[in-house]
């Protein structure tokens, strides 16, 4: 079974148990009626009972059917009732034994551990009862002499400070081993992300050195170049601006991140595990201990390589197309929608002596016609409409 699912049942049982405390708490009958509009102070013994009904927890070993908060309760009576027939026999068989009241505070320390405070409460107080009216002698009489008094009220604060330090002590216990699994879960989350990431994710500690990659991580860096001290980098990785110069090293995302600056969309040329040269961009941010100073960096690094090629291609086309465009002999005039003029090649402004080209494209359809001044077969100016 996951780390999840382990949880999700820990919870589910927790919040069963929690729905079942409310409504014993609470009677059903009780939900219907309107609530009065003073405010009355709680009957004591609907206090008592929510204490002992809120005190309580059942073991994690137990089938979910058995998890009600009354087990323990049943279960605090019914030791109590062991633990006393078990020292009447070990009275008739060694009448020498005197030690009858271990097994009575054995009982209680074990319902405390198992079911909390509540349920131990109520396995002194039934154990209290049981030692007076069975064990003491004569049996099965009520003693109320000073010495069964002294030794019942002792037996009685031992039995609520053992319910109360033993219940504590197991709370605390449980509450730890919940927050670890809560720990290993989000852990268990935590890696799925990471290992899942597109990009190269890499996680550095306070000195910058590498301590986790994900899958694109460990492809761009290699094995030979994990523990690279944050002085090194430049030069193991051959990190370098777009242009090619080198870059420096106060401006690595990942040295600026451990000075607490948070880094967006640095772009650089680093050499990736087999030599090939990669463009990234990269963001880093720093990660805090609890009291709040750089423990670390997270540094994510997006391959734009492809993105670059594409430019550098498409940058390699506009190129060869303008280069084919100014060698066409003729004049070539490329036109928008409203007639203004976007380009035109070599041969056309030797056509128009036009020594200016911005100056001419900035000028409007009107204007141009007005420079040009062309005409038909008899020398008539051409209108607006009849121009080609």
Known sequence: MSVDQDHMQTLERENDNQVLLEEMAYPQSS????????KRATPFWRVLIRWFLTHNFTPQWLPKPWNHPLVGY???VLSQFIAVIVTMLLTQLFPSYTSTRLLEVLAV???ALNWGA?????????GAVLINFIIKVPHFTWSFDATSLVQLLIFILVGITISIVASQIERARRNAEEL???LEVERSRLNAIIETVPDALSIHDVHGKIVRLNPAGRRNTGPKRINTAIDDKQRAFGLRTLTGEPFPTKDIPVVRALQGETVSGVEMRFLNAEGQDI??????????DIQGKVDGVVLITHDISALHQAERERALRASELEAAFESITDGVFLFNRDLQIISLNNAARELLAIKNSSDYLSRSANERMAM???R??????LTGDQWP
Do not use: C, H, R, W
């Not at 939900?31 to 003073?38: F, I, L, Y």
């Open 31 to 38: 939900k219907n009626e309107q609530a009065p509009t003073n």
């Open 74 to 76: 049943i279960v605090a």
């Open 109 to 111: 320390a074990l319902v």
């Open 118 to 126: 509540g349920p131990s409460v109520i396995a002194t107080l039934v």
């Open 180 to 182: 670890a699994l809560s």
């Open 279 to 288: 463009y990234a961009l990269m963001s880093a941010a720093p990660l805090f």
């Open 372 to 374: 040009l001044a062309m």
């Open 376 to 381: 038909d077969e008899q020398g008539q100016l």
